[in-house]
T-cell receptor, first 116, second 112 residues
Framework: GNSVTQMEGPVTLSEEAFLTINCTYT??????LFWYVQYPGEGLQLLLK?????DKGSNKGFEATYRKETTSFHLEKGSVQVSDSAVYFC???????????????FGQGTILTVHP | SQTIHQWPATLVQPVGSPLSLECTVE??????LYWYRQAAGRGLQLLFY??????ISSEVPQNLSASRPQDRQFILSSKKLLLSDSGFYLC???????????FGSGTRLTVV
């Protein structure tokens, strides 16, 4: 079956530090990959996505590259801000079998705290 | 534009009481609908999904049930809550052939 493994948190950084949150996956077929962000007390928001190998998703200074050879989709940001403090989820949808619905498989989430 | 509404935002219920959480989508038709649960300190687990009115698929055996009485309405229910039902419940929708999920703002359920 499909699975997503994220680096365990929590991750604590100072403002302007470099961020990497590792994500690896196993999936049947050719999955689409996502990063979602959950700010305190809120639901999930799509941060970025990539739908095929070597695609780079980017948004709000965050980037992640779909690496099929290493089955990875690591999230990076060059300079984090206090406002980036949130929980980050890596997720995938496998389109194997051509199903008409897409069930997201999530990683366990990584808590990021950024201090001034 | 499409919006998704989920309520209530927070709920405290005693063990053994019933539960009804509602989710509605506006601005689209025939969406795929999903209920996820996020237990404290853990990731998100898909509970139910629906591809049409009256069509419900359950991902994990549990104390909960779901119904879709109308195209854009998705309800999560329980006849008797357990302590282990506590968590953060999220409703989501996608369009047909579209993998862009939109999540509701969630309901934090505490069973006491």
């Amino acid at each position: 079956g499909n699975s997503v493994t994220q680096m365990e948190g929590p991750v604590t950084l100072s403002e302007e530090a470099f961020l990497t949150i590792n994500c690896t996956y196993t999936a049947t077929g050719y999955p689409s990959l996502f990063w979602y962000v959950q700010y305190p007390g809120e639901g999930l928001q799509l941060l970025l996505k990539a739908t095929k190998a070597d695609d780079k998703g980017s948004n709000k200074g965050f980037e992640a590259t779909y690496r099929k050879e290493t089955t990875s989709f690591h999230l990076e940001k060059g300079s984090v801000q206090v406002s980036d403090s949130a929980v980050y989820f890596c997720a995938l949808i496998s389109n194997a079998g051509g199903t008409s619905y897409g069930k997201l498989t999530f990683g366990q989430g990584t808590i990021l705290t950024v201090h001034p | 534009s499409q919006t998704i509404h989920q309520w209530p935002a927070t709920l405290v219920q005693p063990v053994g009481s019933p539960l009804s959480l509602e989710c509605t989508v506006e601005g689209t038709s025939n969406p795929n609908l999903y209920w996820y649960r996020q237990a404290a300190g853990r990731g998100l687990q898909l509970l139910f999904y629906s591809v049409g009115i009256g069509q419900i698929s359950s991902e994990v055996p549990q104390n909960l049930s779901a119904s879709r009485p109308q195209d854009r309405q998705f309800i999560l229910s329980s006849k008797k809550l357990l302590l282990s039902d506590s968590g953060f419940y999220l409703c989501a929708w996608t369009g047909r052939g579209d993998y862009g999920y939109t999540f509701g703002s969630g309901t934090r359920l505490t069973v006491v």
